[in-house]
């Protein structure tokens, strides 16, 4: 004795022709009129169908309320799954989107800039303190400290010297070096 596992295909046939488009209208309208949705909903029903072949011997009169039920089940599912994952972003919008800044490269910059500022005397990194990082004048640095303003100057240089030599790559000879190599590989390129 043999058991079926699934329902056989001219049932299924017969199901489809029967309740299939007013299956479609009903899950066309959960889907919001997205007739691919729709469309994939009833092919699973009936797939579900097909597999249970048991809801064929139920005592109903029609097959419609449990297709039904199944598809609604089945939209409710989808549309929980896609509410669970983030929204797919078309090419068009992504190519609209203004660039984002890569801003590890100045958090290093940042964080080299303010280690070789601790390794400078308390003078000099005060001069530099109140011109780079406050935006003061030498007039107003030299009232702020307290010192006269060609102090204020002669700290500031010979601090963003010792800074240009604790700063690699940051000198302004490395990059006239840089300018340089730069425009002779250009120019041999020609």
Same mark, same amino acid.
């Given at each position: 004795m043999t058991t079926t596992t699934t329902t056989d295909e001219r049932a299924i046939a017969?199901?489809?022709? =029967?309740?299939?488009?007013?299956?479609?209208h009903f899950l066309l309208g959960l889907t919001f009129g997205?007739?691919?949705?729709?469309?994939?909903?009833?092919?699973?029903?009936?797939?579900?169908?097909?597999?249970h072949p048991e809801a064929f011997a139920a005592p109903y009169d029609s097959m419609r309320p449990w297709l039904f039920t199944v598809g609604r089940r089945l939209a409710i599912d989808?549309?929980?799954?896609?509410?669970?994952?983030p929204a797919e972003v078309g090419d068009t919008l992504l190519e609209s989107a203004p660039a984002v800044q890569d801003t590890a490269d100045s958090a290093v910059h940042a964080l080299d800039?303010?280690?070789?500022?601790?390794?400078l005397s308390p003078e000099h990194r005060a001069v530099l303190?109140?011109?780079y990082f406050h935006g003061l004048s030498?007039? =107003?640095?030299?009232?702020a400290l307290g010192i006269p303003a060609g102090t204020v100057k002669s700290r500031s240089y010979y601090a963003l010297r010792l800074l240009s030599r604790n700063l690699p790559g940051y000198s302004p000879r490395s990059s006239a070096r840089n300018r340089a190599s730069r425009a002779e590989a250009s120019a041999t390129s020609t």
């Open positions: 017969e199901l489809q022709r =029967e309740h299939g488009p007013a299956l479609f997205d007739r691919q949705r729709a469309e994939d909903l009833v092919q699973e029903t009936l797939v579900r169908a097909w597999q989808a549309r929980r799954s896609r509410q669970a994952r800039v303010r280690e070789a500022v601790r390794t303190v109140q011109i030498v007039t =107003e640095t030299a009232e």
